[in-house]
């Protein structure tokens, strides 16, 4: 994989195989009609979260509006208990995933060594043996270390994430060896050459990254179920899975407010960031 | 609210991050519960309210419960807690789960603790059928708390429009057969607008269909929980009485029948008759816009149904000081009276015989007859379906439910197979 | 030579904590995984004992192992191309500007920032017959009731749906990415050469797109056999394991029936997969992937 040359410029030059005429207009049906479709699920939590219990099935305009749904489910689980565990738990496996991952990226990328490859491709195993697949044994050695129902648990087996060492160690890779050697000339340690020439040239790796394990660890399920008991540990989706598991059941109203809950933190985020979000893909080079 | 969530959070993330262990001694006697929701919403605040009352009249013990998901999360946040050697004090758990717990070690039985005359009172007070689930071996391992059974809605003003009397369930399995068929409306496309009955099986079907099973005069499992009986000839009319609702007589949906939309499904009109539990009946009566009754499951040879719900369990690794907090607490909680609160807040079945008799009960079931149909039941009802290796065994029946209702397998081989799969597992239990 | 050395002791130093979590947490639980499935599951009045491979022996006979294996193999092969298709076209599309691009955009994106146990539920709604969304619709269009995931022949299909969709607009931020940074003058060359846009596409975007399409297909493969959150609220791997996918099977044996050493076989099994599938990628795939 290699890296993007610079930014790219605005083009002044256009496109040639841009459609236009009839077919911008047949491209653009399709892909509003996609993405109407696409939307439906949220839109529908929308409709459902806004209206009273008996109008989840049936689509009346003229239906009344409430935000009654909002006040029982915030008042039926303690959300924000789950919203502090889950933003300290997202916070915590991204500063160690990227305090980790440059360290580990950097000796990968500049460093020459005995064993190097040998540690790249024990590191790269990971991307397919995720932790996911490894959830009985995790579980056995987090209850050994008597760690089982802690924010930690969830985020061990985590932290040292390959995708993130392996992102930026091809990030690291396409810094110019000039910066480099002049600033060891300058006498700076490797540590100090990684922290004033390598990081700062590698952060729109950084945000993308940032961005895509934020909004994998905050609605990662399976792992934080198994290793959280009680609500002081619990996050959001485990939360929202317990509450919504009634044997009474389903009422849509109250589980899509709470759905909205807990998921407008990251969806407020996206809709006002989503042009940098892009951008940064773009410039981290992932390709 | 805000402000007390996030310093006591900061406090749990400090306890969390730096001493486990430490965050768990306490100086009062802490009993720690896990209680599953099963019924939704207000219980939590309510369960709150009687940790309080509690603790109120005795100050020495500090209650903690946690509220942990539905029966099924519940035993499985226990045992883990459990086995990575910090369990819960006590919890509420399936009365089925006491097979599985007695294997991994994992509770003491409660008559050690009851010493008193007062105490062996109270511990023969409870319905007897609630018991058979609740007892192995001459001794208690679990107390019951929130019961139930299996009991059948059904819309009244449905069945005066389709010329039956809204006031008459059916009481047998021809009737019930007979009712549904004039309740099932078509539409002009020969789509179903209507269905006459609907019997839930996802998830756990087999509580479900050991309503069919009783009423067949089957049984599915002996008292010590090591041998099944899932192919016996009655087991197997009792499913192609089931199968033949959906498949032969097109008056129950086909396929699966997902249990948590039943209750909407209802409310929504699109069924006459549900068989869910008595523990909706709260549910059923705030949601339904219309004239509802309940009644006792229909007869095939006898009526029948299962008993359902949770008891209380005593875990073994508590130390003794916590055990005896908590069999002060169990023994509170399950007074004629709060039994008789928690069944009228809830629409669970009160656990005593007691409990019927106290003033609060006699005037709601006055006003609300019926909260008294899940009792009335009662001499009819089962132990609930319970082995060793439990969850295993019973799904081995519910595949093969499954199977039959998706019409993959005849009722016949499908329950064949689940029996073989059972006497696979249950084989070194005997 | 000396800097050799100090530069391996450098190395060996910075990757120390990367690689002692990884030991930890991967290498080591796969180990014992092995290990663990030659051993019977302790209980609390017998212990673990060695048993061979009687564990593997289990799992051959196990018609559920291997309605799950069956059952992953079909959600693979549908997710996979399907999700990478769309994600390929979504992109293309918002690249071209049509028409409320950046709404559009918003819009494949969003179902990768709700959970997926969340967005179960909402689908569960669009699935229910007789009043769920779906069936509104069909029935709009006089069709025939289906009860979509309480039937052998549709549930399976059903949850792969969702999670085409769960995934499609993840995997379009990683094409948009790659597509905006094409050099605008293959464009140009190209229309000079009077090709098509098909042949523009198939004979230098899409080869160009290559290492983009292996990440994404790396993740696709990942997410076949990790994306289980949703049969959680769904079907519950019913009807009869119609649904039942490997891990989620491993999930039930290994903490909802305790039995830890078969969940431990089944995760060899999951692994060994993972391993062969990645040996395929790297392998194969990789040469025929044009680097610049």
């Given at each position: 994989m290699s890296a993007a040359p610079q930014p790219v410029v605005t083009a002044a030059r256009s496109d040639p195989y841009a459609p236009k005429g009839l077919a911008l207009t047949l491209e653009s049906t399709g892909a509003i009609l996609l993405a109407l479709l696409w939307v439906l699920p949220l839109a529908y939590a929308v409709w459902a979260a806004i209206h009273p219990a008996e109008y989840t099935t049936r689509f009346v305009l003229t239906a009344p509006l409430t935000l009654d749904n909002f006040t029982r489910a915030w008042a039926a689980a303690p959300f924000a208990r789950y919203f502090l565990n889950t933003f300290i738990l997202v916070t915590m496996i991204l500063a160690f995933q990227l305090v980790l991952g440059t360290l580990a990226a950097y000796a990968l990328a500049r460093q020459d060594f005995w064993g190097r490859d040998i540690a790249f491709a024990l590191i790269l195993a990971q991307l397919m043996i995720m932790p996911d697949a490894l959830i009985v044994e995790n579980y056995r050695t987090l209850a050994r270390l008597d760690l089982i129902d802690t924010i930690p648990a969830i985020a061990l087996p985590y932290i040292a994430s390959a995708f993130g060492i392996f992102l930026l160690r091809q990030t690291f890779k396409t810094v110019p060896k000039e910066l480099d050697d002049a600033a060891r000339v300058e006498g700076a340690s490797p540590l100090q050459v990684l922290m004033k020439v390598y990081v700062p040239l590698a952060k729109p790796t950084y945000v993308a990254y940032g961005l895509v394990s934020v909004s994998y660890h905050w609605n990662n399920f399976l792992w934080p179920l198994l290793v959280t008991n009680s609500?002081?540990?619990?996050p959001l989706t485990v939360g929202l899975q317990v509450f919504s598991s009634s044997d009474q059941g389903i009422d849509w109203a109250v589980i899509c407010a709470a759905t909205l809950m807990t998921s407008a933190p990251l969806l407020i985020g996206f809709l006002l960031f989503q042009r940098q979000f892009v951008q940064s893909f773009m410039r981290a080079g992932i390709k | 609210m805000d402000r007390r969530d996030v310093l006591s959070g900061a406090a749990a993330l400090a306890g969390s991050l730096a001493l486990p262990g430490l965050a768990r001694s306490q100086a009062a006697t802490e009993v720690s519960f896990f209680y599953p929701v099963a019924v939704g919403g207000p219980i939590t605040k309510l369960i709150d309210t009687y940790a309080a009352d509690f603790e109120k009249e005795n100050p020495a013990i500090k209650l903690k419960p946690i509220y942990a998901g539905t029966y099924q999360e519940t035993i499985v946040k226990a045992l883990t807690a459990h086995k990575s050697g910090t369990p819960p004090v006590t919890s509420v758990l399936l009365s089925t789960d006491m097979f599985t717990l007695i294997d991994e070690d994992a509770i003491v039985p409660f008559d050690s603790f009851v010493k008193t005359e007062d105490d062996k009172k109270w511990l023969a007070s409870f319905f007897p059928a609630f018991m058979e689930n609740s007892q192995t071996g001459g001794k208690t391992w679990g107390i019951p708390f929130q019961r139930s059974t299996v009991v059948l809605y059904w819309n009244k003003e449905l069945f005066k429009e389709a010329g039956l009397d809204p006031e008459k369930p059916p009481t047998s399995w021809a009737e019930q057969l007979e009712f549904a068929q004039k309740l099932t409306k078509k539409d002009a496309s020969g789509n179903v607008t209507q269905w006459g009955i609907q019997i839930p099986s996802s998830g756990f079907p087999y509580w479900l269909f050991q309503g069919l099973s009783t009423q067949a005069g089957a049984i599915l499992a002996n008292a010590a929980g090591n041998t099944t009986n899932y192919a016996d000839p009655a087991v197997v009319e009792a499913l192609q009485y089931w199968v033949d609702l959906a498949q032969k007589h097109k008056v129950h949906p086909p396929g699966i029948v997902e249990w948590g939309t039943t209750p909407k499904d209802f409310f929504e009109k699109k069924v006459a008759m549900m068989w869910t539990t008595t523990g909706n009946l709260t549910n059923v009566r705030s949601n339904a816009k219309f004239p509802f009754g309940v009644a006792m499951l229909p007869a095939g040879k006898r009526r029948g149904s299962p008993t359902g719900g949770g008891n209380f369990y005593l875990s073994k690794k508590a130390t003794p000081a916590q055990q005896e907090a908590a069999f002060k607490f169990i023994r509170w909680i399950t007074t004629p009276e709060r039994a008789a609160q928690w069944g009228i807040d809830t629409g669970y079945v009160a656990v005593s015989p007691a409990a019927y008799e106290t003033a609060a009960m006699k005037t709601y079931a006055a006003g609300f007859p019926p909260a008294l149909v899940a009792r009335d039941q009662l001499p009819h009802a089962v132990a609930e379906l319970s082995t060793h290796e439990n969850q295993r065994v019973t799904k081995a029946l519910n595949d093969g439910l499954q199977a039959a209702l998706t019409g993959t397998k005849t009722p016949q081989k499908a329950l064949e197979d689940a029996q073989a799969e059972a006497e696979r597992i249950l084989k070194p239990y005997r | 030579m000396n800097s050799r050395a100090t530069a391996t002791v450098h190395g060996w130093l910075l990757l120390l904590p990367a690689m002692a979590c990884l030991a930890l947490f991967t290498h080591w639980p796969a180990v014992a995984s092995l290990i663990e499935s030659f051993y019977s599951t302790a209980k609390a009045r017998r212990p673990a004992r060695f048993v061979g491979l009687d564990n593997y022996e289990q799992l051959l006979a196990d018609p559920i192992f291997w309605k799950a294996m069956s059952n992953n193999l079909w959600f693979a092969l549908g997710t996979i191309p399907t999700s990478i298709a769309l994600a390929l076209l979504m992109a293309v599309w918002v690249n071209d500007k049509i028409v409320g691009r950046t709404w559009v955009r918003m819009a494949f994106f969003t179902p990768t920032i709700l959970p997926m146990i969340a967005v179960a539920n909402i689908w569960l709604f669009f699935f229910t017959p007789q009043y769920g969304l779906l069936e509104q619709i069909v029935g709009l269009f006089g069709g025939r009731s289906t009860n979509w995931l309480g039937s052998q022949d549709t549930a399976l299909a059903a949850i792969t749906v969702v999670a085409i969709w769960k995934e499609a607009g993840f995997f379009m931020i990683f094409y948009l990415a790659a597509l905006q940074a094409l050099p605008p003058s293959l464009g140009e060359a190209a229309a000079i050469e009077g090709a098509s846009r098909w042949t523009y596409f198939r004979r230098i975007q899409f080869p160009l797109l290559m290492p983009t399409t292996l990440f994404v297909l790396i993740n696709a493969v990942i997410n076949a056999f990790r994306m289980v959150d949703h049969i959680f609220v769904m079907t519950r791997g019913g009807p009869d394991n119609a649904t039942t996918l490997l891990l989620f099977y491993i999930y039930q044996v290994g903490f909802s029936f305790w039995d830890t050493a078969y969940a431990a076989t089944l995760t060899c099994v999951l692994l060994a997969l993972l391993a062969l599938v990645a040996f395929v990628q790297y392998g194969i795939l990789e040469r025929r992937t044009h680097y610049r």
């Open positions: 609500v002081e540990s619990r | - | -």
